[in-house]
């Protein structure tokens, strides 16, 4: 079977029967949640080794990867790699080479893939800079699509960085310089194939307000985590960190004349994570900075519930348990659907034996992964009777940070700096 999606309807049971992780966080939700996955179990992941280990240059950062039955993709600073699964061997790479030649700092955001009538293809978003003389910065956003299998260029809507995907639609950002010390931030809303739908105009960054944009795209709403306006009124100017939801159907009157309001904004007590939806679409988890854990109900932005977690980062929610991250080697489990109380406690939890941060953690089958302080770990989803719980298995990745991990298909990738890992079965 060549296409990993088919319609949203279907998307998947289809993206489990290819094999596929074809977007960051594993599905549209970003719940981070592989249920399919059979190759690696509780029962077989201590046999797990090193298959192979691929390099990029020494100045080029890869990307977690995504992959499709086209291969394993990652962006590598001004381009995108496509590599074998069995083998880490380069199948297609594509560079921009304008980037390539002009960059004063060049990023990219991590690959998705889209099913689209012409067959599959990897979009994937370029942020670059340079200075044009006589000492004006510029920089520019752009994005494209490559067929999965060849790398051939397809075109498509050019969104900038790539946020989202679901379905046909792609959530993307731009920025442009709009004053001294101001940036004009817009998100912008476009088919796969090129047909731009919105474009939201989401307020000016400033020394106030820097920090990563985070997007979810949801069925019926953007949910936007990060600085912005926490008004929904014309006029409104109100702002700070929070989680907001603009409307994918139509845009609302403008907040302050220079952002359009949101349905619903809902202020948190530090910068949140990326939103992860669960599967009827009715709550949004965010954790902050100083590690408070957001249940909010995506239709009308109230607080269902907080718990004050230590979070590090973006949880994984996998049934009716959510995997929070946190600052100190740790995993934390939290019911998902609340306690019953306004504040929650956590059930238990999984310990690394790390002091370092983990990355946002992912659950495939039935075991859960994390990174902390360069190795690679790996329990059992459900617990082990005791806590905190000890892994089943780790391995030290030869680096000193490590992205969150990716399993489909009987592979573990973890990207560490430049470079990308396979672990597999013997």
Sequence with gaps: MRRCMQGLGCAMLMLAAAGCWPVPGQNPDRTGHNPFEAGITSANVTSLHEVWRWRASADAAV????????????????????????????????????????????????????????GQRVILG???????????????????????????PEGGADVGFVWGLRGSQL??????????????RTLLLATVDG?????????????????????????QYFFHSGYG??????????????????????????????????????????????????????????????GTVYAIDST??????????????????????LFVPTFDGRVVVLNAAGCGSPTCTPQGEFSTSSTSP????IVAGDVLYTTAGGSVFAFAAAGCGTTPCPPLWSVATGGASATSPVVTNGRLYVSIGNALIAYGLP
């Design 63 to 118: 990307s977690a990867p995504v992959t499709s039955p086209g291969g394993v993709h990652l962006s590598v600073r001004c381009g995108l790699v496509t590599l074998a699964p069995a083998t880490g061997a380069v199948r297609w790479s594509q560079s921009n080479q304008t980037c390539l030649d002009l960059h004063g700092f060049a990023y990219s955001s991590d690959p998705h893939v889209a099913s689209t009538p012409d």
């Design 229 to 290: 306006a926490l008004s929904t009124e014309p006029g409104g100017t109100a702002a700070g960190n929070g989680l907001r939801a603009f409307s994918i159907a139509a845009p609302d009157p403008g907040c302050g004349g220079s952002s359009e309001c949101p349905v619903w904004a809902t202020a948190t007590d530090g910068r949140p994570s990326v939103a992860v939806l669960d599967g009827d679409a009715a709550t949004a988890y965010v954790v902050t900075d100083v």
């Design 195 to 219: 047909s731009l739908q919105r474009s939201i105009p989401f307020g000016l960054a400033g020394a106030g307000s820097s920090g990563p944009v985070e997007v979810t795209l949801g069925a």
């Design 300 to 321: 009308s932005g109230a607080v269902r519930w907080t718990a004050a977690a230590g979070g590090a980062g973006k949880p994984a929610l996998a049934g009716d348990q």
């Design 358 to 361: 983990v990355s946002s953690p």
């Design 171 to 184: 959530v993307g950002f731009k920025q442009a310089p709009s004053g001294p010390g101001l940036t004009g």
């Design 126 to 152: 370029l942020g670059y800079g340079f200075v044009r003389p006589p000492g004006f910065e510029e920089s520019v956003w752009v994005s494209g699509g490559f067929d999965v299998d060849s790398g051939a």
